[in-house]
């Protein structure tokens, strides 16, 4: 399936797991393609798919990649030395904050690249440094993240499967179906009429310093994935012991606290301008490209914005060909745009302003369908 051949690197190795699954072969009347699936697109998009793999488009520049992490380490050890060399009076300590900041977000980037195998040939290569990146230079679980994000990636926006969409009716009421569905059932968690105002002191500055921090400690010790622990604690010992030695306990918590928040909004808002405004619903079963295609859209490329969401512009292709090197990614836009039009998907490409921009709108949309379906007699 069309999963399984984006998501596994070592096909071979792969398939030695699943013989055990295997309860017999498809019988040679039975259609191979189920109805909801649409079987010209699948086979269009197998052609894609081989197309990609002759032009060399799976294969990573380690160049690349290597000026990447390069650029973080040195972020990283700058921001201490301006602390150490100026002191730490604010303006040296918002100077240090930024590029901390800075540093940790274009890390997160980079831990998404090797969670997705995309930066090595080999598998333990990208296991090995993904350890290195998500847990001692970020303080987060490597596991905990693949858990996660394979979920999202193999039904983005579904409800119930995709993890990234469980705010949803908690904190927020998502994507217009789920909205009206919340208000005719009289469910109110929160002022949802107001989410769009409430989200900017919410979601962005506090997803990381709460949800995230405890949920990846949680996730790691009751799963047992004592090695990333291991690897998490190696942040802090680090992170105390070098800022420690320079700053007071209270400035030293305003740091971490403060480069958390800024880290988390940056985030945010760049996760979630690819999927929040769109389509939001149920499992619909449909073939791999239109599950993708439905969920996603894409941020108009510069060599800024490709800088600034690791890529993640280009979250179309990312979708398709989770482990694509972003660095090509430009490279099959082009067939992945034409094979949209072919089949008449809808293929969305948006300024990166406006893209923030429809998070805050389909906020508000949804809270206005939920308000007037509660207020529905």
Known sequence: QDAFVAFHVNKVLVSKYLKPLQIGELAPDQPSIEPTKNERLVKDFRELRATVERMGLLEPNQLFFFLL???????????????????????????????????????????????????????????????????????????????????????????????????????????????????????????????????????????????????????????????????????YIRFFYTYGSLLETKTLNSLISLHRMLESSWFVWVSQMNH??????????????????????????????????GHLNFQIEHHLFPTMPRHNYWKVAPLVKSLCAKHGIEYQCKPLLTAFADIVHSLKSSGELWHDAYLHK
């Not at 990283?76 to 901390?100: E, N, Q, R």
């Open 69 to 235: 992490l390069a650029h973080i380490l040195l972020l990283d050890t700058a921001a201490w030395l301006v602390l150490f060399y100026f002191g730490t009076s604010l303006l040296p300590f918002v100077f240090s904050l930024l590029l901390l900041t800075i540093s940790q977000v274009q890390a997160s980037w980079l831990q998404h690249d090797l969670g997705h195998l995309s930066v090595f040939r080999k598998t333990k290569w990208n296991h090995l440094l993904h350890k290195f990146v998500m847990c001692h230079l970020i303080g987060a679980s490597a596991k905990w993240w693949t858990l996660l994000h394979s979920q999202h990636h193999a039904k983005p926006n579904c409800f119930h499967k995709d993890p990234d969409i469980d705010m949803h009716p908690f904190l927020f009421t998502l994507g217009k179906k789920f909205s009206v569905e919340l208000g005719i059932k009289k469910k109110k968690y929160m002022p949802y009429n107001h989410q769009h105002k409430y989200f900017f002191i919410t979601l962005p500055p506090l997803l990381f310093p709460t949800y995230f921090h405890c949920h990846t400690f949680y996730i790691a010790y009751t799963k047992k994935y004592w090695m990333d622990l291991v690897w998490m604690l190696t942040f």
């Open 276 to 309: 929040i405004p769109m389509d939001i619903d149920y499992d619909k079963n449909l073939d791999w490209m239109s599950t993708q295609l439905q969920a996603t859209c894409n941020v108009k490329q510069s060599l800024f914005n490709d800088w600034f969401t």
